[in-house]
T-cell receptor, first 108, second 113 residues
């Protein structure tokens, strides 16, 4: 069964550093998404991506965040200058309902 | 804005049925989902139901949807210790930005042997 792959599974970074979270979505899907889950809290929508551009974003997705699909295969989420409160599990989703296993980001 | 509410905890004995309830506010939901999350793991799609259906059965899982009351439930028959996890209810609406999914806070299911 096709699956969404995320790397790395765990990333530790220093506050202020840039991080790039990577996802390989399901190849024939058209929409891709990023969600985050702060420890013990709800899974929250960040952004949806269609036809190489952002189609919708939440208020969480500020100027520190960006997404791109650089090579038609990978789908990345970049956080430009990480803050402590960015520590969370970040999930990539493909097609609307298929989620990756997540990247746990820890900002120290 | 849209919201999904579910109770935080449920404890059952092994072999009993578990029923996890959820309410949502968005009347234009297209799909309603149940996801399972084990400790430290990702979101596993358990089952989903179209908003124009009342019921869906998939092996031990039964999903009931009351669209009028915006109430969704997941029944797990013959609950096993391996079913212990957090279960997320989610509703998804198709708009110009694709599917936007709103999750509940999750119900932690404890199964006692």
């Amino acid at each position: 069964e096709p699956e969404v792959t995320q790397t790395p599974s765990h990333q530790v970074t220093q506050m202020g550093q840039e991080v790039i979270l990577r996802c390989v979505p399901i190849s024939n899907h058209l929409y891709f998404y990023w969600y985050r889950q702060i420890l013990g809290q709800k899974v929250e929508f960040l952004v949806s991506f269609y036809n190489n551009e952002i189609s919708e974003k939440s208020e969480i997705f500020d100027d520190q965040f960006s997404v791109e699909r650089p090579d038609g295969s990978n789908f990345t989420l970049k956080i430009r200058s990480t803050k402590l409160e960015d520590s969370a599990m970040y999930f990539c989703a493909s097609g609307g309902d298929t989620f990756g296993s997540g990247t746990r980001l820890t900002v120290v | 804005g849209e919201d999904v509410e579910q109770s935080l905890f449920l404890s059952v004995r092994e072999g009993d049925s578990s029923v996890i309830n959820c309410t949502y506010t968005d009347s234009s939901s297209t799909y309603l989902y149940w996801y399972k999350q084990e400790p430290g793991a990702g979101l596993q799609l358990l089952t989903y139901i179209f908003s124009n259906m009342d019921m869906k059965q998939d092996q031990r899982l039964t999903v009931l949807l009351n669209k009028k009351d915006k109430h969704l439930s997941l029944r797990i028959a013959d609950t096993q210790t391996g079913d212990s996890a957090i279960y997320f209810c989610a509703e998804s609406t198709l708009n110009t930005g694709g599917f936007k999914t709103i999750f509940g806070a999750g119900t932690r299911l404890f199964v006692k042997a």
